[in-house]
Nanobody, 126 residues
């Protein structure tokens, strides 16, 4: 059974940093794109960042571009999201999700992802 487990969330002050991890098991990470989504209270889930199966293509939401960096270590079965210069509006539950490698499919369509993690809370507040 495929599993994705997020970790690394927490409470951080504005301007601070966090690194989220998405540890996967039950499948071979090399064959899958991974994306990070987030959902704030009262808001719809939104795509944050996406990385292709080989790690050569990345996408970012406009609101996080230049502040967040996605990376992957297939040997460690883990995908990371480095978040810098955090803002209160980044507060949300962050989820990672997988889909079969898909070069020409929109990166942030949640319907194209078949397995999701349980989420990790990120709170940015002073």
């Amino acid at each position: 059974q495929p599993q994705l487990v997020e970790s690394g969330g927490g409470l951080v002050q504005p301007g601070g940093s966090l690194r989220l991890s998405c540890a996967v098991s039950g499948f071979t990470l090399n064959y899958y794109d991974i994306a990070w989504f987030r959902q704030a209270p009262g808001k719809e889930r939104e795509g944050v960042s996406h990385i292709s199966s080989r790690g050569d293509i990345t996408y970012y939401a406009g609101s996080v571009k230049g502040r967040f960096t996605i990376s992957r270590d297939n040997a460690k079965n883990t995908v990371y999201l480095q978040m810098n210069s955090l803002k209160p509006e980044d507060t949300a539950v962050y989820y990672c999700a997988r889909r079969t490698s898909s070069t020409f499919v929109a990166p942030f369509n949640p319907l194209t992802y078949d397995y999701w993690g349980q989420g990790t809370q990120v709170t940015v507040s002073s």
